[in-house]
């Protein structure tokens, strides 16, 4: 009994969701409220603040709805504001499928990573049909991502380091939250000695003493979390003006002295000396005094000294760099191999950046006489290895020296030329190239070789060679080549003094500077029965030449081609050794897709009227009627005549037909009443062509229980098949005829027998 109850409730709850869709009724949708958490054990009270985290994130809501019944498709979705309560951009907490007989029914949803805000409200939207609920209360909802205590510290420090800021001469520091991700997106506490500030960015400007300390805010849910940091304790001071006396120089020798002295002393005050900013003295009472050492390796530096006290800032003065007199550099300005060829000169120069140095040159460890400046010119007579020696002169520092790098002077045993192509070369690629000297080379008696390019390069005499012969007039440091009939080997020799270097071959092999076009009868391949001859207009009398197709020789060896095949066609010409390949011909197949019917190729018209159809996508058209008759050659024909035409048209050369069927509309309306009294007159329920015999249009009819008796595509006019279903007179069916989108007619249908 109780299962035919409910399945009475179904039928009962089908019929009224279609009597309410006819009569245009819609499902009321309540705003969901805070519930009780439903996960046993199941909870008393409803929440009122969502205060989440990665260990407890499990809330509920209770929601309510009025028929009618959504559809069986429906899904209920529960959907969260901004923190404003805006739903401009809503997020989905839940989706529930399984509800749509539902009434009052809960959703389970967490919170999303990020919430934080006391104004987040919810609502529910169904999606079929589409509506939406009114919004909830508002409800403080909180993300608790960072449950532990925070950092903090003064600006322009690296961490909390002793708790202890100072605020000097009545100016002010700022305070900030450090190791924190994306610190920026939260809002904060601040507090002075346990007094709340008002405060609410990652960092905050002080400028009175106090305990100073922060927390993140999380509003309603603060007491949730455990983010409050440790105290800076902010004191207020005076600055002094803490500086080094100017000292009586800056510059040291090795082994020399120098004192540094505070600008205030006798004052009980506590000094820290430092170098290059690290301390180099513990702090100590009155200690206003540095002594520089020079001897000690690495005295070089800036030198600081900081000082505190009672009623004074921790400060520190500015810094007084101290250098050190023997620490210059010495740089060899020329090559570490220098080559003087015969009869010529070269210089050695040296550079330093010492003051008041003294300069000796040495060649193979001994002094060069009168050898005292930056520059030292040597001849080929005076090869050997060369060096400067740089000293400090006068005081402690004349001890002082250093040597630069040494360089090798030496004279060539002979010498090297190489060519090059000038820019990228490829036989039977290029119809132009250059060849050019790229390097010159002297080589000394071991084998060893120096780069002498920039050196020689003006002063040496050239001679190109073609396949052995001296070129006439070709005496540069490159050659030019444009023709075929300069194809072959090529090399340069050199002259300078008693030297004569020949250089390494290339070979050349120039593709002669011809365009060949080849072309097509017509550019679309529409199938053997119709070929496409290919030809050029070069005279390709006595040459030897190949026809391809997508790449493959296609062995013709005719000057035209007829081909039936789509593809990339291409002739290549043999012309002095060299393939010279023509353009590439497209030849595509016929996409009978190109043509297009607009409205399409089944027109239905009411009689006595005219359709207008256009067809796009070819070169010319042909418009036949069931007689075989042209009626028409535009792209457009209006017709006015049910029946068959034929659409011919041409692309590419190729020819395209589209049968057009045109049928008259049909003028009578969806029958509401039927007799099925077997007289053969309105025994069945006939539907205008518009819906019936239509794959695409669906046909449902329910009896008065809300149940299917006929739900079928494509409908054959032929419902009832039989007038024994019927045993009432007048007996009333709801029908709906639906496509894929929509429902397109819905109404009743009234039997009599």
């Known amino acids: 009994m109780r299962a035919m109850n409910q399945k009475l409730?179904?039928?009962?709850?089908?019929?009224?969701?279609?009597?309410?869709?006819?009569?245009?009724?819609?499902?009321?949708?309540?705003?969901?409220?805070?519930?009780?958490?439903?996960?046993?054990?199941?909870?008393?009270?409803?929440?009122?603040?969502?205060?989440?985290?990665?260990?407890?994130?499990?809330?509920?809501?209770?929601?309510?709805?009025?028929?009618?019944?959504?559809?069986?498709?429906?899904?209920?979705?529960?959907?969260?504001?901004?923190?404003?309560?805006?739903?401009?951009?809503?997020?989905?907490?839940?989706?529930?499928?399984?509800?749509?007989?539902?009434?009052?029914?809960?959703?389970?949803?967490?919170?999303?990573?990020?919430?934080?805000?006391?104004?987040?409200?919810?609502?529910?939207?169904?999606?079929?049909?589409?509506?939406?609920?009114p919004a909830s209360a508002a409800y403080p909802m909180y993300f608790i991502d960072v449950n532990n205590s925070i950092s903090i510290r003064q600006q322009g420090k690296t961490d909390y380091g002793d708790g202890i800021a100072q605020v000097c001469d009545g100016n002010a520091i700022s305070l900030e939250v450090y190791n924190l991700a994306n610190a920026d997106t939260y809002q904060f506490n601040w507090y002075r000695s346990g007094t709340l500030l008002s405060d609410k960015g990652s960092s905050i400007t002080v400028s009175n003493s106090g305990m100073y300390n922060v927390e993140i805010d999380y509003g309603s849910c603060s007491g949730s979390s455990n983010t409050l940091s440790r105290l800076i304790d902010v004191t207020v001071g005076n600055s002094l003006g803490i500086a080094i006396n100017p000292p009586a120089k800056t510059t040291l020798c090795p082994g020399e002295t120098l004192d540094l002295t505070a600008n205030i002393t006798g004052q009980g005050l506590t000094y820290t000396w430092f170098r290059d900013g690290t301390a180099i003295t513990s702090p100590a009472v009155d200690n206003d005094t540095y002594t520089v050492d020079a001897s000690v390796a690495g005295f070089e530096g800036a030198y600081s000294v900081e000082i505190f006290g009672t009623g004074a800032c921790v400060e520190q003065s500015p810094a007084v760099a101290i250098t050190n007199s023997g620490n210059f550099t010495v740089t060899r300005d020329n090559p570490a191999s220098v080559v003087v060829l015969p009869g010529q000169t070269q210089d050695l120069s040296v550079s330093t950046d010492a003051t008041g140095a003294t300069i000796q040159w040495y060649r193979d460890g001994?002094?060069?006489?009168?050898?005292?400046?930056?520059?030292?010119?040597?001849?080929?007579?005076?090869?050997?290895?060369?060096?400067?020696?740089?000293?400090?002169?006068?005081?402690?520092?004349?001890?002082?020296?250093?040597?630069?790098?040494?360089?090798?002077?030496?004279?060539?045993a002979s010498l090297e030329i190489d060519i090059a192509y000038n820019g990228s070369y490829a036989a039977c690629t290029n119809t132009d190239i250059v060849l050019e000297v790229s390097a010159i080379r002297a080589l000394d008696g071991s084998g060893g070789s120096t780069d002498v390019t920039a050196g020689l390069m003006a002063d040496m005499n050239f001679q190109w060679f073609h396949d052995g012969t001296a070129v006439s007039g070709a005496t540069a440091s490159a050659i030019s080549l444009a023709d075929i009939s300069e194809n072959g080997d090529y090399r340069l020799e050199g002259s300078i003094s008693s030297f004569t270097p020949a250089s390494n071959t290339l070979s050349v092999q120039l593709r002669v500077d011809e365009l060949i076009t080849i072309a097509g009868s017509e550019t679309t391949v529409c199938g053997p029965s119709e070929p496409i001859s290919i030809s050029t207009s070069t005279d390709l009398t006595g040459a030897t030449f190949d026809w391809y197709r997508d790449g493959v020789n296609l062995n013709l060896a005719t000057a035209s081609i007829d081909v039936s095949a789509p593809g990339t066609y291409q002739l290549v010409v043999m012309r002095s050794g060299c393939p010279v390949p023509s353009n590439d011909l497209v030849l595509n197949s016929l996409d009978e897709n190109l043509i297009t019917l607009d409205p399409g190729t089944d027109i239905r018209i009411p009689e006595g009227s005219a359709r207008t159809v256009t067809a796009s996508g070819g070169e010319t058209y042909r418009w036949i009627d069931s007689n075989n008759i042209q009626i028409s050659s535009t792209s457009s024909y209006s017709f006015t005549e049910a029946g068959d035409y034929l659409l011919i048209a041409t692309i590419g050369g190729c020819e395209v037909a589209r049968s057009v069927t045109v049928s008259y509309l049909d003028t009578f309306r969806v029958p509401n009443v039927i007799s099925v009294n077997g007289d053969g007159i309105n025994d069945q329920w006939i539907l205008p062509n518009t819906y019936s015999n239509r794959p695409d249009v669906n046909v449902i009819i329910y009896n008065e229980r809300g149940e299917e008796v006929l739900n079928e595509n494509s409908y054959q006019n032929n419902w009832p098949s039989s007038a024994t279903s019927f045993p009432r007179q007048n007996m009333v069916f709801y029908y709906k005829i639906r496509d894929t989108g929509k429902v397109l007619k819905q109404g009743t249908i009234t039997v009599i027998r």
């Open 366 to 412: 001994a002094p060069v006489s009168g050898a005292t400046g930056s520059t030292l010119t040597v001849s080929d007579t005076e090869t050997g290895t060369y060096f400067a020696r740089v000293s400090l002169s006068g005081g402690a520092c004349s001890a002082t020296s250093i040597d630069s790098d040494p360089t090798q002077v030496v004279i060539p």
């Open 9 to 133: 409730r179904i039928a009962t709850a089908l019929l009224w969701g279609l009597l309410c869709a006819h009569s245009g009724m819609a499902q009321v949708l309540n705003a969901p409220q805070a519930a009780p958490n439903q996960t046993p054990p199941i909870g008393n009270t409803p929440w009122s603040a969502a205060c989440s985290s990665d260990s407890f994130n499990d809330y509920w809501v209770s929601f309510t709805w009025s028929p009618p019944l959504v559809n069986a498709d429906n899904e209920f979705v529960l959907e969260l504001s901004d923190a404003d309560g805006a739903f401009d951009s809503p997020q989905e907490l839940a989706r529930v499928a399984d509800m749509n007989t539902t009434f009052d029914f809960y959703f389970q949803f967490s919170v999303p990573a990020g919430t934080r805000g006391e104004g987040y409200r919810l609502r529910v939207k169904s999606t079929s049909p589409s509506q939406t609920s």
